[in-house]
């Protein structure tokens, strides 16, 4: 896997700010998955990938979207800020990338779900902890990633649930069912922090 040749190619995807958000999940993708035993290069390429159609017009989205086989849901009609992970995970597959755990860490990025790899929560987390991010609570959140996984991916979809209920957005039920199963695991674990 030559990690350039995805780096070059999302760099003509996307705006300078998006570009940097790419690297610096790929970044911090890399150093959870050393930290937590996933494997790096695929964390990297996952992370590079996550973003790779957030830019591009919302009628090529759906154009890709529906090439994948991908029928949306009435919340993903409804929440067009979820459509660049489902076209992201049909471009991974476009670019010949066959690799379902990657496919998937692109594909759930936004909403996550119940029953989540390692690589799918790190690509999730990454993305809420990359360098650039600076929204209250970032920190909290850096803290917790290097420390618990699923501690950080409660913190941060309290985060998301919560700032889409008080905004009157549609919630899919895939953050919610994240939310469930990693709540779950963590009591099971007597690990609820």
Same mark, same amino acid.
Not at 16 to 33: G, T
Not at 67 to 83: H, P, R, V, Y
Not at 163 to 181: F, G, Q, T
């Given at each position: 896997? &030559?990690?350039?040749?995805?780096?070059?190619? !999302?760099?003509?995807?996307?705006?300078?700010?998006?570009?940097? +958000?790419?690297?610096?999940?790929?970044?911090?993708?890399?150093?959870?998955?050393?930290?937590?035993?996933?494997?790096?290069?695929?964390?990297?390429?996952?992370?590079?990938? +996550? &973003?790779?159609?957030?830019?591009?017009?919302?009628?090529?989205?759906?154009?890709?979207?529906?090439?994948?086989?991908?029928?949306? &849901?009435?919340?993903?009609?409804?929440?067009?800020?979820?459509?660049?992970?489902?076209?992201?995970?049909?471009?991974?597959?476009?670019?010949?990338?066959?690799?379902?755990? !990657?496919? *998937?860490?692109? @594909?759930? +990025? #936004? #909403?996550?779900?119940?029953?989540?790899?390692?690589?799918? @929560? !790190?690509? %999730? #987390?990454?993305?809420?902890?990359?360098?650039?991010?600076?929204?209250?609570?970032?920190?909290?959140?850096?803290?917790?990633?290097?420390?618990?996984?699923?501690?950080?991916?409660? %913190?941060?979809?309290? %985060? #998301? !649930?919560?700032?889409?209920?008080?905004?009157?957005?549609?919630? +899919?039920?895939?953050?919610? &069912?994240?939310?469930?199963?990693?709540?779950?695991?963590? *009591?099971?674990?007597?690990?609820?922090?």
């Amino acid at each position: 896997m &030559d990690i350039n040749y995805y780096v070059n190619l !999302i760099k003509g995807r996307m705006g300078e700010r998006r570009f940097i +958000h790419s690297v610096n999940v790929a970044k911090a993708a890399v150093k959870l998955a050393e930290i937590y035993g996933a494997d790096t290069e695929k964390a990297e390429l996952a992370g590079i990938l +996550h &973003d790779a159609c957030k830019e591009i017009p919302k009628d090529e989205m759906l154009q890709i979207i529906s090439s994948g086989g991908i029928i949306l &849901d009435a919340t993903e009609k409804a929440s067009s800020k979820l459509w660049h992970a489902l076209a992201g995970s049909v471009y991974a597959r476009q670019l010949g990338i066959d690799d379902d755990d !990657i496919v *998937n860490s692109i @594909k759930y +990025h #936004t #909403t996550g779900r119940a029953g989540m790899s390692l690589l799918e @929560k !790190i690509i %999730f #987390t990454a993305d809420f902890i990359s360098d650039e991010r600076d929204y209250n609570g970032v920190e909290i959140m850096r803290e917790k990633a290097y420390n618990n996984l699923e501690d950080a991916m409660l %913190f941060g979809l309290q %985060f #998301t !649930i919560t700032n889409l209920a008080e905004r009157k957005l549609p919630i +899919h039920s895939n953050a919610i &069912d994240c939310y469930n199963d990693i709540l779950t695991t963590l *009591n099971q674990k007597g690990l609820l922090l």
